[in-house]
């Protein structure tokens, strides 16, 4: 039985990107990932929807951390696992420039338009315990800012997601909401790339369902052999060598299907090491703000869901001394201390960067 699992869209970084038309989106989409931020693909879920035009491709990823083992281990049997936000990605038409807001019970999300087939961006807001008006406002005022574009008279948007089908025609998602109507179907192309799991594990799966199909239609074939040789001896003899070379053809498939069970396995056990929930995109991206051009992130660690280390190499040492004091500035940003500076013999000046964040840096229901 086919299965889709939409996941909480406030859980995920997104961004809009140019793409290359006639070039492999897939290849754009991981090159552009890579410059968000130096995390390897093995931290992070991604997935992406391009436009019909192929000049433009909304991304979106989750630190792997944002997920539990048990969650993830359960994915292994989906056909899909897309972010709830899809139902937003494919509109019919190209809606015109403006802001939507759709409520739900714990949440608000915003959804900004600019002319484009696809949304210039995505912001997300927790509402327990906030007033739902005024966290709309922020929201508002917060996309006016990165967004630009028209946030006055928000369409207002409510429902539960609903998935109606999946089949080869495509996807199809609607709000299921009483005299409100929104519905979308994705192509199965554009669904499959807007998958979040890893991809190594997605083809995995797909080799996995190929030679299930496959041995179904072995065993099928085999069965109306019988069903045939039932009539005359010679049919008998015929179907019992099919039905042989079957089971050795199963048999030898074995090895490799136990291979990838296990290496799912080792997977959702690695997953279920982590204990805290980190966001590395939005600390990169504060950082970033005061980064001068001479500098180079090497490489990040996240100690903790308020503190991150970045190793620097700097070909202006003046640009090093300034940007200390402005990162200390920074909103957010509790303490920076600089260390194991060293002078290569390159002239280029390396050190290690440790930032302490604020408690309050970044809510549960900030967007991503």
């Given amino acids: 039985m086919s299965s889709v699992v939409l996941l909480p869209g406030d859980k995920f970084f997104v961004r809009r990107i140019a793409l290359t038309p006639g070039q492999d989106a897939a290849v754009q989409v991981e090159l552009a990932l890579d410059t968000f931020g130096p995390f390897a693909p093995a931290q992070i879920f991604h997935g992406f929807c391009a436009s019909r035009d ?4 909304l991304i979106f990823a989750a630190y792997r951390k944002n997920f539990t083992a048990e969650e993830i281990s359960s994915w292994s049997t989906a ?6 936000f899809a139902l937003w990605l494919a509109p019919a038409t190209t809606p015109a420039a403006g802001t939507w ?4 019970d714990d949440g608000l999300q915003l959804i900004a338009w600019d002319g484009s087939e696809l949304p210039a961006g995505l912001l997300f807001r927790k509402t327990a315990g906030v007033p739902a008006e005024l966290a709309a406002g922020e929201l508002l005022e917060e996309a006016a800012k990165r967004f630009g574009g028209p946030t006055d008279s928000p369409r207002r948007l409510s429902g539960n997601f609903v998935i109606e089908r999946w ?3 495509g996807l199809s998602l609607k709000l299921d909401k009483p005299g409100q109507t929104m519905a979308t179907l994705l192509p199965v192309a554009m669904a499959r790339s807007m998958d979040v799991r890893d991809k190594a594990e997605l083809v995995a799966l797909a080799q996995v369902q190929q030679r299930e199909n496959w041995l179904w239609r072995s065993f099928a074939g085999a069965a109306a052999a019988l069903l045939l040789c039932a009539v005359v001896e010679v049919g008998l003899q015929l179907a019992g060598v099919v039905l042989d ?4 053809k199963v048999k030898a498939n074995a090895p490799a299907v136990q291979n990838i069970e296990q290496a799912n396995t080792l997977a959702a056990r690695m997953e279920q090491m982590a204990g805290q929930r980190l966001k590395p995109f939005e600390m990169i991206a ?4 005061s980064r001068p051009a001479s500098m180079l992130f090497k490489q990040t660690t996240t100690n903790s869901p308020t503190q991150i280390e970045v190793s620097i190499e700097v070909s202006n040492t003046a640009d090093m001394r300034d940007f200390e004091p402005a990162l200390n500035k920074a909103p957010g940003v509790e303490k920076v201390v600089v260390s194991n500076q060293r002078l290569q013999p390159s002239g280029i000046t390396s050190f290690d960067l440790k930032v302490t964040f604020k408690p309050d840096f970044a809510h549960e229901g900030d967007s991503k």
Wanted: charged share 30%; hydrophobic share 30%.
């Fill in 286 to 289: 504060l950082i970033n703000k």
């Fill in 79 to 84: 056909d899909l696992i897309l972010p709830e």
């Fill in 245 to 248: 070379r079957t089971q050795q």
């Fill in 54 to 57: 192929g000049k433009q491709a």
């Fill in 167 to 169: 089949g080869k025609e």
């Fill in 101 to 104: 807001l759709y409520e739900h």
